[in-house]
């Protein structure tokens, strides 16, 4: 039988006791619900689609200089007001904001978010999701310093998203094993429906937008060549890509596979397109904890020393042998 426990719902609502096992305080816990309750609300703007107007795009562009969509607006301010009211919320960081926005100067936690991941799958009714992590804070910086957020991904003691589609699904770690969680439009909370996710090394699928191929370097086109065209040790493999990341992770960490945005020749993308803070580390904790890695250049992602609020690095994440092949290809050849 499918265990069903709540960690949605109100301050006295139940807790789901596999977060207790794992030793989650209750203050991170009911800043937890906070986030879960700011993403029911996407979730529901998100299933009105045009209905609610929220589709299309502003004349506005974001830090990442990248056009911002009305949803990514709406859901990046949707929560920022909600964790604003959150006691335990020290700074927040966002994807969609230049700067840390400091919000109470002794509060334990900062959290940092992607409000909208995949924003060009928005008007046409793609996959879309929210990624968020949480930071104990720092007392010997400022709320209000990018300095907050300058951790080890390793320092994180909260991780996950919620991707937004025929069902709203949580994929998150409290430190413990990434879990899956389904929300349950019934009682408006997120049921526990796969108490441990374990991600398969059997897979052959990748995820990769081949587009870039022109852009990427040599080495790296030469290990796609071998993956597409050349090598019998890949004649199974096949190919996904949702054009959202947080949609490229799911179904790794559901069927198995490999995920690749590598760097490549375009201005902008020296250290590839993922941000290490909003994206790169949340993600790369989910996969760790469901038993994968993630690396960026070779190495550990979620061992990188941030050097900016918004740094980019390249990304493989998924199976651990799919992950290793690329890693042994590449770098111990020294063609990147």
Known sequence: MTLIVSIGGNKHGKTDPYIKKDGVELDLILLIRTILAATKEIAFRVSQGELSGVLGSTLDENIQGEVQKKLDVLANQLLKDMLSDDDS????????????????????????????????????????????????????????????????????????????????????????????????????????????????????????????????????????????YSSEDYKDVTMRYNGAMVGDINRILIKGGVFHYPSDARAGNENGKIRLLYEANPLAMLIEKAGGKATAHGKRIMALPPTSLHQRVPVVMGSNNLVDEFDKAIFSNSNV
Request: net charge negative; hydrophobic share 35%; glycine share 8%.
């Open 89 to 228: 919320v020290r700074s927040i960081a966002s994807e969609e904001e230049e700067f840390v926005v400091p919000v109470h100067s002794t509060a334990p936690y900062i959290v940092a978010f992607d409000p909208l991941d995949g924003s060009s799958n928005i008007d046409i009714n793609g996959q879309i999701g929210t990624i968020f992590t949480i930071y104990r804070a720092r007392d010997d910086v400022a709320a209000n310093s990018p300095e907050q957020f300058a951790q080890l991904g390793t320092e994180q003691v909260c991780a996950g998203y919620v991707l937004y589609g025929p069902s709203t699904y949580l994929m998150m770690t409290t430190g413990g094993p990434t879990r899956g969680y389904t929300l349950d439009l019934t009682h408006g909370g997120y049921l526990l429906t796969v108490p441990e996710v374990t991600l398969s090394q059997d897979s052959m699928e990748f995820s990769a937008n081949m587009a870039n191929y022109r852009y990427w370097q040599e080495g790296v086109q030469h290990y796609f060549d071998q993956v597409l």
